[in-house]
């Protein structure tokens, strides 16, 4: 674009941000005679929309990007106010998103009684549903589709608003006063043992703080049992930590992001060496990102957390039901929407160089996430079992998971179901 034209187009931005209707459509059309790039051509789209009168004709403006764009986000959260899922009053600067303050107050509470002797129910790991703990009776809970196909929200609205920045949603919580930790509670919670610290408490009060609910979980899958068992074939064959004693084993469920990555990442060859290049070598291209990924949600996460969650097959999400807490306390999330959406970008990033660049030989490669998007994301609860185990004078928080009885490591573990 020449500079006059460059100039036709911040005129006609410039009058449409001072509600200069005429004026900023002179301009843009203008702008539109003198043969823009492709980018600019978008821009100027964006901008007619914006300053249309009628509905109509700023609905073809957007639907005009979209053609060229399919996930353009400024197009998609345009087209979600003309159509009203969206309203402008409730759209916030990502720069200073709003602080919502949380507020104290009582709860009623009613536990998960056993119908037949009274006693505490909690999820049964083999999956049929709440089990008492003093008789054993069982009651079921309500089943639904999976998650991923009822609960994903819209990403691109969810960050246009509060959504993606704090919690909409008044939940009960509750903060351990001896470490810090902060649950995520079943309304019927009575008690809770910090799984942290071995704190006891009775929840007569708790927190009231706005979050995003949870929209899915995976349940536990690992009973008591068998997670001693691994933590027993670990101490037995002394693999990195030596023969431990195992002085607690509790089950809580930890908060991640699970996002759907769509659009494409291109890529340019910097160095491919001598004999990189022609036909069978591009030295540019693209790629679609691998899909979905899954960040954890906790701004402090202990060692073996990462592992535990990042690598849980996203297909044993089910739909949320507070029933899946009973006994075993959420930890609530630490790391917004957003904020995990710029890691999920990050390592799908990440993940794609590793891809491109294996059995290459060593090419240097350039990529570019400008056309990569997020279309969904769910929030959702993955179990682990935390064992506070003794080895010689010295204290340790190992986990397992809930999912598949693995005792941890303190390595970060790929997404290995991405892609």
């Known amino acids: 674009m020449s500079d006059g034209a460059r100039d036709l187009l911040i005129r006609g931005i410039a009058a449409a941000k001072a509600g200069e209707r005429d004026e900023a459509r002179h301009y843009l059309e203008w702008t539109l005679r003198q043969e823009p790039s492709s980018d ?37 959260r345009r087209l979600a106010v003309l159509d009203g899922r969206l309203q402008p009053s409730e759209m916030i600067d990502p720069d200073h998103p709003p602080t919502i303050a949380s507020t104290d107050g009582l709860i009623d509470v009613e536990r998960f009684a056993c119908p037949s002797c ?22 079921g809970v309500p089943s639904g589709p999976g998650a991923l196909e009822v609960a994903a929200g819209d990403f691109v609205l969810a960050l246009a608003t509060a959504r993606g920045h704090s919690s909409p949603q008044a939940s009960p919580t509750f903060a ?5 930790a902060r649950f995520l509670l079943a309304p019927e919670t009575l008690s809770l043992t910090c799984p942290y610290c071995d704190a006891t408490y009775a929840v007569e ?13 995976v349940p536990l899958m690992v009973s008591q049992d068998e997670a001693g068992r691994s933590l027993t074939a670990r101490s037995s064959h002394g693999a990195g930590d030596g023969r431990f004693v195992v002085d607690r084993l509790t089950a809580v469920y930890l ?30 291209g693209s790629e679609p990102p691998p899909s979905p990924i899954v960040v954890l949600a906790c701004s402090n996460p202990r060692p073996g957390f990462a592992e535990a969650v990042e690598s849980i097959d996203p297909r044993l ?29 990050q390592r799908a990033l990440r993940m794609t160089g590793e891809k491109l660049t294996a059995g290459s030989g060593g090419i ?16 959702a609860l993955a179990p ?13 928080l190992l986990v397992v998971s809930g999912v598949t009885a693995k005792v941890c490591s303190e390595e970060q573990s790929p997404n290995r179901f991405a892609g």
């Open 255 to 284: 908060p991640f992001w699970l996002f759907e990555m769509g659009g494409l990442i291109e890529w340019d060859v910097v160095h491919g060496g001598d004999t990189w290049g022609g036909e069978d070598n591009p030295l540019s």
């Open 40 to 76: 600019e051509q978008i821009e100027v789209w964006l901008w007619l929309s914006e300053v249309a009168r009628e509905k109509d004709e700023a609905r073809r403006w957007v639907e005009e990007v979209l053609a060229n764009d399919t996930h353009n986000p400024r197009a998609l």
């Open 317 to 345: 999400l089910v739909a949320f039901d507070p029933a899946y807490l009973a006994a075993r306390p959420a930890e609530t999330y630490t790391v917004s929407m957003a904020n995990a959406a710029l890691r999920a970008r």
């Open 118 to 139: 009274g006693g505490q129910m909690a999820y049964a790991p083999d999956g049929n549903g709440l089990q008492c703990d003093h008789c054993g009776d069982r009651i």
């Open 176 to 180: 351990c006063t001896a470490c810090g």
């Open 384 to 396: 682990v079992w935390l064992a506070d185990v003794r080895f010689k004078e010295m204290r340790r």
């Open 205 to 217: 009060q708790c927190d009231e703080r706005l979050l995003i609910a949870p929209q899915s979980i």
């Open 364 to 379: 240097r490669l350039s990529l570019r996430s400008a056309r990569m998007v997020i279309t969904s994301y769910v929030l």
